[in-house]
């Protein structure tokens, strides 16, 4: 049977202008991901200085320099509806990577912030 469930995995960013890349592993009982959502520690430098890549199983599903303000969601959004819409990924080899960028930008002022990145998944709970 499939059970939703949500995963989260944190980048924590110190130094301004710099790239952080991580690989997440997912539970082998993840059978897909069907949204994704980028949230911070620091909602206004994820905004205006948040710039990222991410992979799922080696494929490609947002390009470098992808602006983060298109992950985000805001507090007049349903909660039910906050994910940006992926449609069911296979998670294949259970790999996440993300490659984080901060770009300097004169409406917000760098110290250190934590990205998080929310999958929302089903899970396999038979295996």
């Known amino acids: 049977m499939l059970k939703p469930v949500k995963k989260r995995f944190d980048l924590n960013v110190t130094e301004a202008g710099r790239s952080v890349s991580q690989t997440f592993e997912l539970d082998k009982t993840i059978v897909s991901v069907k949204g994704l959502l980028l949230t911070s520690d620091m909602d206004d430098l994820l905004y205006y200085r948040g710039s990222q890549r991410i992979e799922i199983n080696k494929s490609e599903l947002f390009p470098e320099n992808y602006e983060s ?3 985000m969601s805001g507090i007049n959004v349903a909660p039910k509806t906050r994910y ?3 449609g069911g990924v296979n998670p294949g080899n259970g790999q996440v990577r993300i ?4 770009n300097e930008s004169p409406k917000a002022g ?3 912030y934590r990205v998080s990145l929310y999958l929302e998944c089903e899970m396999d709970d038979a295996k």
């Not at 490659?99 to 901060?102: A, I, L, S």
């Open 69 to 71: 303000k298109l992950l």
């Open 84 to 86: 940006y819409d992926l």
């Open 99 to 102: 490659e984080y960028k901060d």
């Open 110 to 112: 760098f110290r250190p």
